[in-house]
Protein backbone atom coordinates (compact mmCIF):
# COMPACT_ATOMS: atom_id res chain seq x y z
CA UNK A 1 0.00 0.00 0.00
CA UNK A 2 2.63 2.66 0.78
CA UNK A 3 4.75 2.03 -2.15
CA UNK A 4 1.14 2.29 -4.31
CA UNK A 5 0.61 5.46 -2.44
CA UNK A 6 4.14 7.03 -2.68
CA UNK A 7 3.66 7.00 -6.50
CA UNK A 8 1.24 9.58 -6.15
CA UNK A 9 4.06 11.85 -4.18
CA UNK A 10 4.43 14.58 -6.70
CA UNK A 11 1.09 14.98 -7.95
CA UNK A 12 -0.87 17.81 -7.00
CA UNK A 13 -4.80 17.81 -7.33
CA UNK A 14 -6.35 20.84 -9.64
CA UNK A 15 -8.77 23.03 -7.75
CA UNK A 16 -12.43 20.87 -8.51
CA UNK A 17 -15.94 21.88 -8.32
CA UNK A 18 -17.76 20.95 -5.20
CA UNK A 19 -19.51 18.31 -6.76
CA UNK A 20 -16.42 16.52 -8.38
CA UNK A 21 -14.86 16.77 -5.01
CA UNK A 22 -17.45 15.14 -2.76
CA UNK A 23 -17.78 12.56 -5.32
CA UNK A 24 -13.82 11.80 -5.92
CA UNK A 25 -13.29 11.78 -2.31
CA UNK A 26 -16.45 9.17 -1.50
CA UNK A 27 -14.73 7.04 -4.74
CA UNK A 28 -11.75 7.63 -2.60
CA UNK A 29 -12.74 5.99 0.66
CA UNK A 30 -14.55 2.90 -0.69
CA UNK A 31 -11.10 2.35 -2.07
CA UNK A 32 -10.25 2.28 1.63
CA UNK A 33 -7.44 5.13 1.83
CA UNK A 34 -7.82 8.50 1.46
CA UNK A 35 -7.15 10.63 -1.78
CA UNK A 36 -4.43 13.42 -0.27
CA UNK A 37 -2.70 11.27 2.03
CA UNK A 38 0.93 9.81 0.45
CA UNK A 39 1.29 7.91 3.58
CA UNK A 40 -0.83 4.95 5.87
CA UNK A 41 0.29 5.98 9.51
CA UNK A 42 0.82 2.41 10.96
CA UNK A 43 3.31 1.36 8.27
CA UNK A 44 5.30 4.23 8.81
CA UNK A 45 8.54 2.17 10.57
CA UNK A 46 12.06 1.19 10.29
CA UNK A 47 11.42 -0.91 7.39
CA UNK A 48 8.80 1.14 5.53
CA UNK A 49 10.08 4.55 6.46
CA UNK A 50 8.07 7.74 5.04
CA UNK A 51 9.57 10.86 3.28
CA UNK A 52 8.46 14.19 3.84
CA UNK A 53 9.61 16.80 0.68
CA UNK A 54 9.26 20.65 0.32
CA UNK A 55 6.95 22.54 -1.39
CA UNK A 56 8.10 25.63 -3.26
CA UNK A 57 6.76 27.20 -6.58
CA UNK A 58 4.03 24.70 -6.31
CA UNK A 59 5.99 21.74 -6.89
CA UNK A 60 7.18 18.89 -4.25
CA UNK A 61 10.63 18.58 -4.12
CA UNK A 62 13.20 16.62 -2.42
CA UNK A 63 16.85 17.67 -1.56
CA UNK A 64 20.18 16.44 -1.44
CA UNK A 65 20.41 16.01 2.46
CA UNK A 66 17.64 13.16 3.80
CA UNK A 67 17.71 13.62 7.14
CA UNK A 68 16.44 10.54 9.46
CA UNK A 69 14.13 11.20 12.34
CA UNK A 70 13.84 7.93 15.15
CA UNK A 71 10.47 6.69 16.45
CA UNK A 72 10.38 8.30 19.56
CA UNK A 73 8.59 5.58 21.28
CA UNK A 74 11.14 2.92 20.18
CA UNK A 75 14.35 4.33 18.48
CA UNK A 76 13.59 2.95 15.40
CA UNK A 77 14.87 5.01 12.23
CA UNK A 78 11.41 5.44 10.63
CA UNK A 79 10.97 9.09 8.92
CA UNK A 80 13.47 10.41 6.34
CA UNK A 81 12.95 14.73 5.85
CA UNK A 82 14.39 16.19 2.93
CA UNK A 83 16.24 18.94 4.93
CA UNK A 84 16.81 21.82 2.49
CA UNK A 85 20.59 22.90 3.21
CA UNK A 86 22.20 25.99 2.57
CA UNK A 87 22.87 26.08 -0.96
CA UNK A 88 19.41 25.20 -1.79
CA UNK A 89 17.57 27.79 -0.39
CA UNK A 90 17.81 30.03 -3.91
CA UNK A 91 14.29 28.45 -4.99
CA UNK A 92 12.98 29.93 -1.62
CA UNK A 93 13.72 32.57 -1.63
CA UNK A 94 12.35 33.57 -5.23
CA UNK A 95 9.27 32.69 -4.57
CA UNK A 96 9.08 34.54 -1.71
CA UNK A 97 10.74 37.38 -3.74
CA UNK A 98 7.73 37.64 -6.19
CA UNK A 99 4.96 38.58 -3.50
CA UNK A 100 4.61 42.33 -3.76
CA UNK A 101 4.24 43.95 -0.13
CA UNK A 102 0.52 44.81 -1.11
CA UNK A 103 -0.12 40.91 -1.04
CA UNK A 104 -1.69 38.73 -3.10
CA UNK A 105 -5.12 39.79 -2.72
CA UNK A 106 -5.81 43.03 -0.36
CA UNK A 107 -9.38 45.00 -0.55
CA UNK A 108 -8.66 46.46 -3.94
CA UNK A 109 -7.10 43.74 -5.62
CA UNK A 110 -8.48 40.10 -6.34
CA UNK A 111 -11.20 40.16 -3.46
CA UNK A 112 -11.99 37.08 -5.39
CA UNK A 113 -9.77 35.45 -3.31
CA UNK A 114 -11.21 36.13 0.27
CA UNK A 115 -14.16 33.88 -0.97
CA UNK A 116 -11.83 31.55 -2.49
CA UNK A 117 -10.49 30.96 0.56
CA UNK A 118 -13.86 31.00 2.71
CA UNK A 119 -14.66 27.90 0.48
CA UNK A 120 -11.18 26.14 1.01
CA UNK A 121 -12.27 26.69 4.78
CA UNK A 122 -15.38 24.71 4.23
CA UNK A 123 -14.09 22.24 2.51
CA UNK A 124 -11.01 21.57 4.25
CA UNK A 125 -13.75 21.31 7.73
CA UNK A 126 -15.77 19.24 5.85
CA UNK A 127 -12.86 16.82 5.66
CA UNK A 128 -11.73 17.16 8.78
CA UNK A 129 -15.12 16.22 9.99
CA UNK A 130 -15.05 13.00 8.44
CA UNK A 131 -13.96 10.09 11.16
CA UNK A 132 -11.59 8.69 9.00
CA UNK A 133 -9.66 11.89 8.33
CA UNK A 134 -9.17 13.08 11.73
CA UNK A 135 -8.33 9.67 12.68
CA UNK A 136 -5.69 9.75 10.37
CA UNK A 137 -4.30 13.45 11.45
CA UNK A 138 -4.79 12.41 15.47
CA UNK A 139 -2.85 8.73 14.89
CA UNK A 140 -0.06 10.29 12.79
CA UNK A 141 0.07 13.56 15.37
CA UNK A 142 0.46 10.55 17.99
CA UNK A 143 3.46 8.90 15.95
CA UNK A 144 5.47 12.11 16.17
CA UNK A 145 4.30 13.85 18.83
CA UNK A 146 3.62 11.03 21.75
CA UNK A 147 0.32 12.38 23.56
CA UNK A 148 -2.74 10.68 24.18
CA UNK A 149 -5.67 9.77 21.67
CA UNK A 150 -7.25 12.59 23.23
CA UNK A 151 -5.23 14.71 23.64
CA UNK A 152 -3.86 14.77 19.56
CA UNK A 153 -7.50 14.31 18.50
CA UNK A 154 -8.66 17.56 20.69
CA UNK A 155 -6.00 19.29 18.09
CA UNK A 156 -7.15 18.48 15.19
CA UNK A 157 -11.13 19.52 16.37
CA UNK A 158 -9.88 23.06 17.45
CA UNK A 159 -8.19 23.03 13.53
CA UNK A 160 -11.59 21.51 12.53
CA UNK A 161 -13.87 23.95 14.19
CA UNK A 162 -11.27 26.87 13.21
CA UNK A 163 -11.82 26.45 10.12
CA UNK A 164 -15.08 25.72 9.93
CA UNK A 165 -15.14 29.53 11.41
CA UNK A 166 -13.62 31.09 8.80
CA UNK A 167 -15.89 29.51 6.04
CA UNK A 168 -18.17 31.44 3.58
CA UNK A 169 -18.18 35.56 4.06
CA UNK A 170 -15.87 35.18 7.04
CA UNK A 171 -12.91 35.55 5.54
CA UNK A 172 -14.10 38.60 3.50
CA UNK A 173 -15.40 39.87 7.18
CA UNK A 174 -11.62 39.60 8.46
CA UNK A 175 -10.99 42.45 5.86
CA UNK A 176 -13.54 44.88 6.90
CA UNK A 177 -12.89 48.33 6.76
CA UNK A 178 -14.37 51.38 8.14
CA UNK A 179 -15.34 55.00 7.15
CA UNK A 180 -15.08 58.46 9.05
CA UNK A 181 -16.84 61.59 7.71
CA UNK A 182 -14.02 63.86 6.77
CA UNK A 183 -13.71 68.05 7.11
CA UNK A 184 -15.17 69.23 3.80
CA UNK A 185 -17.35 67.59 0.77
CA UNK A 186 -15.79 64.63 -0.76
CA UNK A 187 -13.13 63.74 2.19
CA UNK A 188 -13.69 60.67 3.81
CA UNK A 189 -10.87 58.47 5.42
CA UNK A 190 -11.30 54.65 5.44
CA UNK A 191 -9.55 52.08 7.50
CA UNK A 192 -8.64 49.01 5.69
CA UNK A 193 -7.16 45.66 6.78
CA UNK A 194 -3.72 45.64 5.05
CA UNK A 195 -1.94 42.08 4.04
CA UNK A 196 2.68 42.50 4.36
CA UNK A 197 2.66 40.12 1.34
CA UNK A 198 5.81 38.22 1.88
CA UNK A 199 5.72 36.17 5.27
CA UNK A 200 7.50 33.51 7.20
CA UNK A 201 5.87 31.28 9.77
CA UNK A 202 8.07 29.22 12.02
CA UNK A 203 6.26 26.92 14.33
CA UNK A 204 7.60 24.22 17.38
CA UNK A 205 6.66 20.29 17.70
CA UNK A 206 3.79 20.26 20.25
CA UNK A 207 0.83 20.94 18.43
CA UNK A 208 2.39 20.01 14.68
CA UNK A 209 -1.37 20.47 13.30
CA UNK A 210 -3.45 23.66 15.42
CA UNK A 211 -0.63 26.14 15.55
CA UNK A 212 0.43 25.86 11.98
CA UNK A 213 -2.49 25.62 10.65
CA UNK A 214 -4.30 28.50 12.39
CA UNK A 215 -1.63 30.78 11.71
CA UNK A 216 -1.00 29.63 7.67
CA UNK A 217 -4.33 30.05 6.85
CA UNK A 218 -5.03 33.69 9.02
CA UNK A 219 -1.78 34.56 7.26
CA UNK A 220 -3.29 33.49 3.73
CA UNK A 221 -6.74 35.12 4.90
CA UNK A 222 -5.43 38.23 5.05
CA UNK A 223 -3.50 38.16 1.62
CA UNK A 224 0.06 36.89 2.69
CA UNK A 225 2.01 34.61 1.30
CA UNK A 226 3.84 32.40 3.50
CA UNK A 227 6.90 29.87 3.57
CA UNK A 228 6.37 27.59 6.33
CA UNK A 229 8.63 26.34 8.71
CA UNK A 230 7.80 23.44 10.95
CA UNK A 231 9.67 21.72 13.17
CA UNK A 232 11.04 18.59 11.24
CA UNK A 233 10.80 16.49 13.92
CA UNK A 234 6.75 16.40 13.60
CA UNK A 235 6.74 18.43 9.90
CA UNK A 236 4.85 15.15 8.53
CA UNK A 237 1.97 16.52 10.00
CA UNK A 238 1.67 19.48 7.75
CA UNK A 239 3.17 18.06 5.09
CA UNK A 240 -0.04 15.81 4.73
CA UNK A 241 -2.52 18.86 5.70
CA UNK A 242 -0.47 20.31 2.65
CA UNK A 243 -2.10 17.66 0.37
CA UNK A 244 -5.63 18.17 2.23
CA UNK A 245 -5.54 21.44 1.51
CA UNK A 246 -4.51 21.42 -1.67
CA UNK A 247 -7.23 18.69 -2.03
CA UNK A 248 -9.71 21.16 -1.40
CA UNK A 249 -8.90 23.94 -3.77
CA UNK A 250 -5.55 25.94 -1.85
CA UNK A 251 -3.93 27.20 -5.26
CA UNK A 252 -0.26 25.24 -5.09
CA UNK A 253 1.47 28.39 -5.12
CA UNK A 254 0.40 30.14 -2.36
CA UNK A 255 2.33 28.40 0.27
CA UNK A 256 5.87 27.45 0.54
CA UNK A 257 6.92 24.83 3.05
CA UNK A 258 10.50 23.95 4.08
CA UNK A 259 12.32 21.39 5.84
CA UNK A 260 15.14 22.42 7.24
CA UNK A 261 17.47 23.16 9.93
CA UNK A 262 17.71 26.62 11.95
CA UNK A 263 21.12 27.85 10.21
CA UNK A 264 19.41 27.52 7.04
CA UNK A 265 15.80 29.02 8.04
CA UNK A 266 17.86 31.72 9.31
CA UNK A 267 19.46 32.51 6.35
CA UNK A 268 16.26 32.16 3.93
CA UNK A 269 15.23 34.68 6.28
CA UNK A 270 18.24 37.02 5.67
CA UNK A 271 17.97 36.61 1.89
CA UNK A 272 14.38 36.68 0.96
CA UNK A 273 13.56 39.57 3.56
CA UNK A 274 9.81 38.55 4.75
CA UNK A 275 7.71 42.20 6.26
CA UNK A 276 6.81 39.56 8.75
CA UNK A 277 8.11 36.60 10.50
CA UNK A 278 5.64 34.51 13.60
CA UNK A 279 7.54 32.82 15.48
CA UNK A 280 6.43 30.16 18.14
CA UNK A 281 8.76 28.95 20.37
CA UNK A 282 11.79 29.20 22.53
CA UNK A 283 12.22 32.70 24.09
CA UNK A 284 16.28 32.67 23.36
CA UNK A 285 15.49 31.63 19.30
CA UNK A 286 12.95 34.60 19.39
CA UNK A 287 15.19 37.30 20.76
CA UNK A 288 17.98 36.47 18.34
CA UNK A 289 15.51 36.53 15.58
CA UNK A 290 14.20 39.97 16.85
CA UNK A 291 17.37 41.00 16.67
CA UNK A 292 18.36 39.36 12.67
CA UNK A 293 14.98 40.38 11.22
CA UNK A 294 15.32 44.28 13.03
CA UNK A 295 11.75 43.78 14.70
CA UNK A 296 10.22 42.70 11.61
CA UNK A 297 8.52 39.98 14.12
CA UNK A 298 5.64 38.78 16.18
CA UNK A 299 5.92 35.89 19.11
CA UNK A 300 4.52 33.36 20.75
CA UNK A 301 7.34 32.48 23.11
CA UNK A 302 8.26 30.65 26.53
CA UNK A 303 5.58 30.28 29.07
CA UNK A 304 6.59 29.70 32.86
CA UNK A 305 2.53 29.57 33.50
CA UNK A 306 1.19 29.63 37.07
CA UNK A 307 -2.28 29.09 38.81
CA UNK A 308 -2.94 30.56 41.94
CA UNK A 309 -5.62 28.78 44.16
CA UNK A 310 -7.67 31.20 45.68
CA UNK A 311 -8.90 30.97 49.72
CA UNK A 312 -12.08 29.82 48.59
CA UNK A 313 -11.97 26.13 48.94
CA UNK A 314 -14.41 24.38 47.04
CA UNK A 315 -14.84 21.42 44.27
CA UNK A 316 -11.63 19.95 45.43
CA UNK A 317 -11.86 16.46 42.70
CA UNK A 318 -12.41 18.77 39.80
CA UNK A 319 -9.80 21.20 41.44
CA UNK A 320 -7.09 18.42 41.29
CA UNK A 321 -8.00 16.95 38.00
CA UNK A 322 -7.49 20.42 36.01
CA UNK A 323 -4.09 20.42 37.60
CA UNK A 324 -3.20 17.27 36.85
CA UNK A 325 -4.73 18.06 33.01
CA UNK A 326 -3.14 21.09 32.99
CA UNK A 327 0.86 20.08 34.13
CA UNK A 328 0.90 16.58 32.62
CA UNK A 329 -1.36 16.18 29.87
CA UNK A 330 1.17 15.71 26.47
CA UNK A 331 3.74 15.07 29.38
CA UNK A 332 3.90 18.80 30.15
CA UNK A 333 4.80 19.62 26.62
CA UNK A 334 2.53 22.36 26.03
CA UNK A 335 3.08 26.48 26.00
CA UNK A 336 0.31 26.78 28.51
CA UNK A 337 0.94 24.28 30.83
CA UNK A 338 1.09 24.77 34.70
CA UNK A 339 4.49 24.95 35.71
CA UNK A 340 3.57 26.30 39.38
CA UNK A 341 0.91 26.10 41.84
CA UNK A 342 0.24 28.77 44.20
CA UNK A 343 -2.08 27.53 46.66
CA UNK A 344 -3.93 29.52 49.67
CA UNK A 345 -2.94 28.18 52.75
CA UNK A 346 -7.00 27.00 52.82
CA UNK A 347 -6.14 24.32 50.51
CA UNK A 348 -3.20 22.53 52.61
CA UNK A 349 -5.77 20.85 55.23
CA UNK A 350 -7.55 19.59 52.31
CA UNK A 351 -6.65 16.46 50.75
CA UNK A 352 -5.70 18.21 46.84
CA UNK A 353 -2.39 17.21 46.70
CA UNK A 354 -2.67 13.60 47.37
CA UNK A 355 -5.24 13.55 45.04
CA UNK A 356 -2.79 15.28 42.66
CA UNK A 357 -0.53 12.40 43.42
CA UNK A 358 -2.94 9.91 43.03
CA UNK A 359 -4.31 11.60 39.37
CA UNK A 360 -0.70 11.60 38.22
CA UNK A 361 0.04 8.00 39.09
CA UNK A 362 -2.80 6.68 37.06
CA UNK A 363 -1.30 7.95 33.63
CA UNK A 364 1.21 5.52 31.62
CA UNK A 365 3.41 5.16 28.63
CA UNK A 366 0.68 2.17 27.42
CA UNK A 367 -1.83 4.69 26.07
CA UNK A 368 0.41 7.84 25.84
CA UNK A 369 -0.79 9.91 29.01
CA UNK A 370 2.68 10.16 29.93
CA UNK A 371 4.86 10.23 27.27
CA UNK A 372 8.66 11.11 25.72
CA UNK A 373 9.76 14.28 26.40
CA UNK A 374 11.18 15.59 23.11
CA UNK A 375 13.14 18.48 24.37
CA UNK A 376 14.60 17.53 27.39
CA UNK A 377 16.56 14.29 28.43
CA UNK A 378 15.84 12.17 31.48
CA UNK A 379 18.98 13.28 33.01
CA UNK A 380 18.38 17.29 32.57
CA UNK A 381 14.87 17.14 34.24
CA UNK A 382 15.89 15.04 37.53
CA UNK A 383 19.34 17.20 37.55
CA UNK A 384 17.37 20.35 37.97
CA UNK A 385 14.87 18.23 40.16
CA UNK A 386 18.42 17.87 42.20
CA UNK A 387 19.24 21.21 42.31
CA UNK A 388 15.60 22.45 43.28
CA UNK A 389 15.77 20.07 46.49
CA UNK A 390 18.81 21.74 47.27
CA UNK A 391 16.24 24.96 48.66
CA UNK A 392 16.17 24.64 52.20
CA UNK A 393 12.48 23.39 53.00
CA UNK A 394 11.95 22.01 49.38
CA UNK A 395 10.72 18.44 49.16
CA UNK A 396 9.60 15.42 46.24
CA UNK A 397 5.98 15.98 46.34
CA UNK A 398 5.73 13.06 43.55
CA UNK A 399 7.10 11.86 40.60
CA UNK A 400 10.75 12.51 40.54
CA UNK A 401 12.02 8.92 38.65
CA UNK A 402 12.33 8.10 35.53
CA UNK A 403 9.73 6.33 33.79
CA UNK A 404 10.73 2.35 33.35
CA UNK A 405 10.35 -0.48 30.96
CA UNK A 406 10.10 1.34 27.47
CA UNK A 407 12.44 1.65 24.83
CA UNK A 408 11.91 5.60 24.61
CA UNK A 409 15.30 6.64 23.14
CA UNK A 410 18.10 8.36 25.27
CA UNK A 411 18.27 11.29 23.42
CA UNK A 412 14.74 12.31 24.87
CA UNK A 413 13.30 11.81 28.31
CA UNK A 414 11.34 9.91 30.40
CA UNK A 415 9.65 10.52 33.74
CA UNK A 416 7.04 10.10 35.95
CA UNK A 417 4.65 13.44 36.71
CA UNK A 418 6.78 15.01 39.27
CA UNK A 419 5.64 17.85 41.58
CA UNK A 420 8.40 19.46 43.89
CA UNK A 421 7.19 21.85 46.80
CA UNK A 422 9.47 25.22 47.54
CA UNK A 423 8.65 27.26 49.93
CA UNK A 424 7.53 30.84 49.13
CA UNK A 425 10.26 32.61 50.70
CA UNK A 426 12.54 31.18 49.03
CA UNK A 427 11.76 31.12 45.56
CA UNK A 428 11.19 35.07 45.77
CA UNK A 429 14.99 35.01 47.20
CA UNK A 430 17.27 36.63 44.21
CA UNK A 431 19.54 33.47 43.83
CA UNK A 432 16.56 30.88 43.68
CA UNK A 433 13.85 32.82 41.45
CA UNK A 434 15.58 31.88 38.22
CA UNK A 435 16.13 28.66 39.01
CA UNK A 436 12.81 28.13 40.85
CA UNK A 437 10.92 29.63 37.21
CA UNK A 438 13.08 27.85 34.59
CA UNK A 439 10.58 26.51 32.69
CA UNK A 440 10.97 22.61 31.68
CA UNK A 441 9.28 21.56 28.76
CA UNK A 442 8.08 18.27 30.54
CA UNK A 443 5.62 16.69 33.47
CA UNK A 444 7.21 18.96 35.43
CA UNK A 445 5.95 21.50 38.24
CA UNK A 446 6.61 23.65 41.32
CA UNK A 447 3.96 23.80 44.20
CA UNK A 448 3.83 26.39 46.80
CA UNK A 449 1.82 27.73 49.57
CA UNK A 450 0.71 31.20 50.45
CA UNK A 451 -0.72 32.51 53.68
CA UNK A 452 -3.47 35.26 54.00
CA UNK A 453 -1.20 38.03 54.18
CA UNK A 454 0.62 36.90 51.47
CA UNK A 455 -0.95 37.89 48.52
CA UNK A 456 1.36 40.84 47.54
CA UNK A 457 4.34 38.30 47.79
CA UNK A 458 2.95 35.95 45.23
CA UNK A 459 2.05 38.98 43.06
CA UNK A 460 5.34 40.03 43.46
CA UNK A 461 6.42 36.77 42.22
CA UNK A 462 4.06 37.05 39.04
CA UNK A 463 5.32 40.58 38.24
CA UNK A 464 8.79 39.23 38.05
CA UNK A 465 8.06 36.14 35.59
CA UNK A 466 9.48 37.24 31.60
CA UNK A 467 7.23 35.81 29.70
CA UNK A 468 3.37 35.79 30.57
CA UNK A 469 1.09 33.62 28.11
CA UNK A 470 -1.50 31.18 30.19
CA UNK A 471 -2.72 31.52 33.89
CA UNK A 472 -5.16 30.67 36.03
CA UNK A 473 -7.16 32.07 39.14
CA UNK A 474 -9.00 29.66 41.13
CA UNK A 475 -11.54 31.52 42.85
CA UNK A 476 -15.01 32.78 42.68
CA UNK A 477 -14.71 35.20 45.32
CA UNK A 478 -14.80 38.61 42.76
CA UNK A 479 -12.58 40.52 45.21
CA UNK A 480 -10.32 38.07 45.26
CA UNK A 481 -9.65 37.68 41.16
CA UNK A 482 -10.26 41.22 40.74
CA UNK A 483 -6.52 41.80 43.27
CA UNK A 484 -5.34 39.11 41.10
CA UNK A 485 -5.88 40.00 37.53
CA UNK A 486 -5.35 43.50 38.12
CA UNK A 487 -2.10 43.23 39.32
CA UNK A 488 -0.74 40.47 36.13
CA UNK A 489 -0.87 40.71 32.03
CA UNK A 490 -1.33 37.64 31.28
CA UNK A 491 -2.38 37.36 27.61
CA UNK A 492 -4.95 34.21 28.15
CA UNK A 493 -6.03 34.18 31.93
CA UNK A 494 -8.57 31.43 32.94
CA UNK A 495 -10.48 33.16 36.05
CA UNK A 496 -13.38 31.20 38.29
CA UNK A 497 -13.54 27.92 39.76
CA UNK A 498 -13.25 25.91 36.49
CA UNK A 499 -10.28 27.96 35.65
CA UNK A 500 -7.27 26.07 34.06
CA UNK A 501 -3.84 27.01 32.10
CA UNK A 502 -4.40 24.52 28.92
CA UNK A 503 -6.94 23.89 26.75
CA UNK A 504 -7.18 26.77 24.31
CA UNK A 505 -10.19 26.48 21.62
CA UNK A 506 -10.38 28.68 18.98
CA UNK A 507 -12.31 30.73 20.28
CA UNK A 508 -10.45 31.90 23.15
CA UNK A 509 -7.60 34.73 22.24
CA UNK A 510 -4.57 32.46 22.93
CA UNK A 511 -1.08 34.42 22.98
CA UNK A 512 1.48 36.25 25.59
CA UNK A 513 0.39 39.68 26.56
CA UNK A 514 3.01 42.46 28.05
CA UNK A 515 5.17 42.48 25.06
CA UNK A 516 4.46 44.88 21.92
CA UNK A 517 5.73 41.99 20.19
CA UNK A 518 2.91 39.39 21.50
CA UNK A 519 0.74 37.29 18.65
CA UNK A 520 -2.32 35.57 19.10
CA UNK A 521 -3.45 32.79 17.63
CA UNK A 522 -7.55 31.44 16.95
CA UNK A 523 -9.67 34.51 16.70
CA UNK A 524 -10.64 36.91 14.21
CA UNK A 525 -8.78 39.35 16.48
CA UNK A 526 -5.65 37.22 16.76
CA UNK A 527 -5.40 36.92 12.73
CA UNK A 528 -6.13 40.45 12.12
CA UNK A 529 -3.77 41.67 14.59
CA UNK A 530 -0.84 39.38 13.55
CA UNK A 531 -1.15 39.03 9.79
CA UNK A 532 -2.49 42.37 8.62
CA UNK A 533 -1.54 46.10 9.37
CA UNK A 534 -3.74 49.21 9.36
CA UNK A 535 -3.96 51.08 5.91
CA UNK A 536 -5.98 54.65 5.67
CA UNK A 537 -7.39 56.09 2.52
CA UNK A 538 -8.24 59.42 2.77
CA UNK A 539 -10.33 60.10 -0.51
CA UNK A 540 -10.43 63.87 -0.78
CA UNK A 541 -12.46 64.55 -4.34
CA UNK A 542 -13.81 67.84 -4.17
CA UNK A 543 -15.71 69.70 -5.18
CA UNK A 544 -13.68 72.97 -4.47
CA UNK A 545 -15.49 75.81 -2.84
CA UNK A 546 -17.20 77.70 -5.87
CA UNK A 547 -15.33 80.98 -5.73
CA UNK A 548 -11.89 79.35 -4.34
CA UNK A 549 -8.67 81.53 -4.36
CA UNK A 550 -5.70 80.59 -3.34
CA UNK A 551 -5.09 81.75 0.24
CA UNK A 552 -1.77 83.37 1.76
CA UNK A 553 1.58 81.26 2.64
CA UNK A 554 1.12 79.43 5.99
N1 LIG B 1 -4.51 25.35 22.34
C1 LIG B 1 -3.24 25.10 22.95
C2 LIG B 1 -2.16 26.04 22.54
C3 LIG B 1 -1.87 26.20 21.13
C4 LIG B 1 -0.74 27.10 20.96
O1 LIG B 1 -0.68 28.08 20.28
C5 LIG B 1 -3.33 25.19 24.45
O2 LIG B 1 -4.25 25.82 24.99
O3 LIG B 1 -2.46 24.64 25.08
New binding site residues.
Partial sequence: MFRVLARREFQIRAPQTALTWLTSFNLARSAHSLPFATIEVEEVSGSQPAEVYNLVQGKWTGSSKWNTLVDPLNGEPFIKIAEVDENEIQPFVESLSKCPKHGLHNPFKSPERYLLYGDISAKAAHMLSLPKVYDFFTRLIQRVAPKSYQQALGEVQ?TQKFLANFSGDQVRFLARSFAVPGNHLGQQSHGFRWPYGPVAIITPFN?PL??PVLQLMGALYMGNKPVLKVDSKVSIVMEQMMRLLHYCGLPVEDIDFINSDGKTMNKLLMEANPQMTLF?GSSRVADKLATDLKGRIKL?DAGFDWKVLGPDVQEEDYVAWVCDQDAYACSGQ???AQSILFMHENWSSTSLLSKMKDLAERRKLGDLTIGPVLTFTTEAMLDHMNKLLQISGSKLLFGGEALKNHSIPSIYGAIKPTAIYVPLEEIVKDNNYELVTREIFGPFQIVTEYKQDQLPMVLNALERMHAHLTAAVVSNDPLFLQEVIGNTVNGTTYAGLRART???PQNHW?GPAGDPRGAG?GTPEAIKLVWSCHREIIYDIGPLEKHWEIPAST
Fill in positions: VFEITEKCSTGAFI
